[in-house]
């Protein structure tokens, strides 16, 4: 689960906005596509495919403000949909690296700005990286090249393997997928409950519906958002080394 309690915290982890490029970068798309397309075309997990517009905004807020600010950890944890996004800007990061490879004169910036947060996870002294180091070292990436983002043996699987599945970047936010057990709803309890108690599921928890923001809300969170992007872009367009 990500930003969740360990041995070193109770409150979850804090990132930098330079520490979440790989979050902030799918949402510059998210973000302005939800203004003018259907829900089923701009996320991909079911349990998001749900929403509104404005549960969705206020749900982006509330993730990176958790990430990012002094935002508590629930009582029971996170909501299942918290972690779902999560997991869907780290999909639409791959998708945007793919897009990216497959039009040679696009150029590397993606690559590069997703690179940024799996260099610094690698190299953070707190991390135990092993699992995305032994990624790297299997596709044979050399970690010492000028741009080791643009290596050949970095194909599309082995992007998938960085940033999706388990192993890579998925392990930095997220224990597993359990907000993809909506079909226990629709069980009677007494068919459900020993099933989810024996899996350790509370499915007030994983399968919680989402705040539905006033229009005050909605304007504060519009406006959170869009500043990060905004800031995020600024850092990116820093030269190298300040």
């Known amino acids: 689960m990500w930003n969740s309690p360990s041995k070193e915290s109770k409150i979850g982890k804090r990132y930098s906005l330079e520490d979440l490029s790989v979050l902030l970068l ?29 549960e969705l905004v206020f749900a982006l807020y509330q993730v990176f403000d958790a990430l990012l600010g002094e935002t508590k950890i629930p009582e029971g944890g996170h909501p299942g949909f918290q972690e779902a996004l999560i997991y869907e800007l780290l999909q639409q990061a791959h998708a945007m690296v793919c897009c990216e490879m497959d039009d040679p004169e696009s150029g590397s910036e993606i690559r590069k700005t997703v690179w940024k947060f799996i260099d610094r996870y690698m190299t953070e002294p707190a991390h135990d990286s092993s699992s995305l180091q032994w990624i790297l070292e299997e596709a044979r990436v050399d970690l010492k090249a000028p741009e080791p983002f643009l290596s050949e043996q970095l194909d599309y699987d082995e992007w998938e393997n960085l940033l999706v599945n388990e192993g890579g970047l998925f392990d930095e936010f997220l224990w597993d997928v359990d907000w993809r057990t909506g079909e226990f709803m629709d069980l009677p309890l007494e068919v459900s409950k020993p099933i989810t108690q024996t899996l350790g599921l509370d499915l007030d928890v994983v399968q919680a519906l989402p705040h539905s923001p006033s229009p005050s809300e909605l304007k504060m969170a519009e406006q959170y958002l869009s500043n990060l992007i905004s800031r995020a872009a600024a850092l990116d367009k820093r030269p190298s080394g300040e």
């Open 26 to 54: 799918p949402l510059s798309e998210l973000l302005p596509n939800s203004r003018a397309l259907p829900m089923a075309e701009i996320v991909g997990e079911e349990i998001l495919q749900r929403f509104e517009r404005d």
